[in-house]
């Protein structure tokens, strides 16, 4: 258990070091940090104003009023912010392949995953992050349900972020994976892609079909939607198992496409 600790422990240090790295090459260039900064900003500001829109026609959408969406909303920024601050890069992967440079990595006394996944992060989405946490706390104070259920609804919801990060991370790596036979292949910007359509509540999509195909196939349900409503309507432990089940075989299949592809790497060296 000390062992599991101690390396836990490690692998956040090089995360944060990664990091340090990303911000100086970043701010090296204030003016470009600043404009990049601006450009993510003004495209938050107009997926607001769209949603603002919508609800000027309508008071709610299958049982979501303006509130409740800008919760999923929220939530949909808060999880775009992590995955481009923490891996964005994790698409270079055919670059490292064709350059060699993943020789270097492969070697390292580390999980190969991890450092190809933190190597590079754009460092300016943290506006994407911040402007999640503003709207989430706008949203709230206007829903007006605290208390200490409130708390009990804010821990789960953490647990159900957590998981929505571990589903976008997987399919990331999943379709990055396939760079090890084609060297060509957008796994991150599908996940991005992913993340974008999660922006509005699933309920939309009615039956029993469609509930099945967002939740497992391609698991819209579990980014946004289901954080959003345990956070809004309190716990439902259906939902928390799904999202912990759903986390975990993609975590589980990611993890193996990975290993079956590094073991059909052939060495830049060889």
Not at 129 to 143: E, R
């Amino acid at each position: 258990m000390k062992d599991k600790v101690l390396k836990i422990k490690k692998y956040f240090k090089v995360f944060i070091l990664f990091k340090k790295i990303n911000f100086v090459e970043r701010v090296v260039y204030r003016l470009g940090f600043f404009l990049m900064a601006s450009a993510v900003f003004l495209q938050l500001f107009f997926n607001l104003f769209f949603i603002k829109i919508i609800f000027g026609w309508v008071q709610n959408i299958h049982g979501w009023n303006y509130y409740e969406a800008l919760l999923v909303v929220g939530t949909v920024l808060l999880l775009d912010g992590m995955m481009w601050v923490s891996f964005a890069f994790v698409h270079i992967l055919g670059q490292h392949i064709k350059m060699g440079t993943l020789d270097s990595l492969i070697i390292k006394p580390m999980d190969c995953q991890f450092l190809v996944s933190v190597y590079r992060g754009d460092l300016e989405d943290v506006v994407r992050i911040v402007t999640g946490l503003g709207v989430m706390i706008f949203a709230l104070s206007n829903l007006g349900n605290f208390g200490w259920g409130f708390l009990l609804n804010i821990f789960w919801y953490l647990v159900l972020v957590f998981n929505a990060f571990v589903i976008i991370y997987s399919i990331s790596i999943m379709l990055t994976s396939i760079k090890f036979w084609t060297i060509e292949s957008g796994g991150f910007h599908v996940a991005d892609t992913v993340v974008r359509a999660s922006q509005y509540p699933t309920d939309i999509f009615s039956g029993k079909i469609m509930h099945f195909i967002f939740s497992f196939i391609f698991p819209l349900a579990f980014i946004a939607t289901v954080p959003a409503k345990v956070l809004a309507h309190g716990f439902q432990w259906q939902l928390v198992v799904e999202s912990f089940l759903v986390a975990g075989i993609f975590f589980w299949i990611a993890r193996k496409i990975w290993k079956l592809g590094l073991s059909k790497y052939s060495s830049a060296s060889s």
